[in-house]
């Protein structure tokens, strides 16, 4: 009998991500070796759009893999001085974590997300919690290179399952999977340098393979996209 064919997309897929995974979270000096000067943060391999569908819980799942849009110049994000808790979330199977301190909660958005016609590209809906309207960004069209946010599905509910609702409560991350929370040392992250194009992104956490959210930078991006 003839063997099934393999999932191709999903295994070059899986590849691509965990080599930019690897050069992401290898120390900065052999980096810019191995790239001859250009900056880390501007390099993305080449691969086919992540499955949304894809089963990954946020500790082993890879993580992150995005230009954002902000440019250069962004400002260093500023490391704390003592251990902080954080938060682990995933996003199209890649794995995100973000300060406790930076949020106010979690609630499920998908059942009453409404769009919102010409509101901000990084924008999914709008939901209401608590008597308010609350701005559900669409953080896998914020995390994910171009040639992946192509792929992305129109319709983002799936990408909302559930949201991580911001500190002032006036907007949400939206993500796939909610994860535990842990107690963070600044020495673990290597943390973004000036510079580079995910002003989203404070730095990474290599034991837990994943990329730390930098909250101050990505409400400066959701303000540059109109938000």
Not at 22 to 43: F, H, I, S, T, Y
Not at 66 to 72: C, E, L, M, N
Not at 120 to 131: D, E, K, M, P
Not at 183 to 207: F, H, I, S
Request: proline share 10%; hydrophobic share 45%; charged share 20%.
């Amino acid at each position: 009998m003839k063997p099934p064919n393999r999932p191709h997309a999903m295994v070059d897929q899986s590849q691509a991500l965990d080599a930019y995974l690897q050069d992401l979270l290898a120390p900065p000096v052999a980096r810019g070796a191995a790239l001859e000067g250009a900056p880390a943060d501007d390099v993305l391999p080449e691969s086919p759009a992540p499955a949304e569908s894809r089963a990954a819980t946020p500790t082993t799942s890879s993580v992150d893999a995005a230009v954002s849009p902000g440019g250069a110049g962004v400002a260093a994000p500023t490391a704390p001085a003592a251990p902080f808790e954080v938060r682990l979330f995933e996003v199209a199977g890649l794995a995100l974590a973000v300060p406790v301190a930076e949020l106010s909660g979690v609630i499920s958005g998908a059942d009453s997300l409404v769009p919102v016609p010409g509101c901000a590209s990084l924008v999914a809906g709008l939901v209401t919690h608590a008597g308010r309207q609350v701005k559900v960004i669409d953080t896998a069209r914020l995390i994910l290179p171009p040639q992946h946010v192509a792929g992305l599905a129109t319709d983002p509910a799936p990408r909302c399952r559930q949201l991580l609702l911001s500190a002032r409560g006036d907007w949400a991350l939206a993500c796939a999977r909610v994860g535990e929370r842990f107690v963070l040392d600044p020495a673990d992250v290597n943390w973004r340098g000036e510079g580079g194009k995910r002003p989203w992104l404070a730095g990474t956490v290599r034991q837990r393979r994943c990329a730390l959210v930098d909250v101050a930078g990505l409400t400066r991006l959701l303000a540059a996209d109109g938000d």
